[in-house]
């Protein structure tokens, strides 16, 4: 199995979106962080709440989902392999249900899908095909034993097709290693602008509160 690994690497200030916020300030354009890594997150900006969906919209973002609720009664103690789901921890029914409602907004909203990459757990899998109705396995998505991210950050930051957006369904350690805390709950999402050599989260979205996207358009 592979054990959550944390590894500090530079700090991003994450923004939440609050029930009642109804405005939020301007996204700052920063200067990259030094790193050794391929790449490297910027000090976060801010896309006001009420225009998410039409930035999304017009494409060019990564949003990076941590899977939804999961079975804490289960572990991946006795996994054999990234399709042995009866020896992983699973999505719970309440999770489930999440991934759909995701999925609904999503489509509702219109926002462009392009790849959908998720990692091979079954509770990551799930969670993409609920939502999305396909998904492609990536390992690099996964939790790493040895804490190496750098594929990860290469998928996060690599240009996204002209038009759409890349969805990826993974873990909240692999997000925290590489962007820092605060830890992304199950089911929430970083929306992230990519970069050559930078990257930068703009906008994190708990699950329950793409049903305010919808109200906001």
């Not at 921890?89 to 998720?118: F, K, Q």
Request: proline share 6%.
């Amino acid at each position: 199995m592979h054990k959550p690994s944390v590894v500090s690497f530079s700090l991003v200030v994450a923004v939440y979106m609050s029930c009642n916020a109804a405005t939020a300030s301007t996204t700052q354009t920063q200067p990259a962080i030094a790193s050794q890594s391929s790449s490297a997150p910027q000090s976060a900006g801010t896309i006001p709440t009420g225009q998410i969906a039409e930035a999304l919209r017009r494409g060019g973002y990564v949003i990076y989902f941590r899977h939804t609720a999961t079975d804490f009664s289960k572990s991946d103690a006795g996994m054999q392999g990234y399709d042995d789901c009866a020896n992983q921890r699973m999505l719970s029914e309440e999770g489930r249900a999440d991934a759909r409602t995701i999925g609904e907004h999503i489509r509702s909203l219109r926002l462009p899908i392009g790849d959908v990459l998720a990692s091979p757990y079954c509770r990551t899998m799930e969670t993409a095909q609920l939502a999305f109705k396909r998904a492609e396995p990536r390992t690099e998505i996964r939790e790493s034993e040895g804490g190496d991210y750098a594929g990860l950050k290469r998928l996060i930051s690599m240009p996204v097709v002209a038009g759409t957006n890349r969805w990826i369904v993974g873990h909240g350690t692999p997000f925290r290693s590489i962007a820092g805390p605060p830890h992304l709950a199950e089911g929430e999402a970083a929306v992230i602008k990519p970069g050559e050599t930078t990257w930068t989260v703009v906008a994190r979205i708990p699950h329950e509160k793409w049903a305010t996207l919808e109200r906001r358009r």
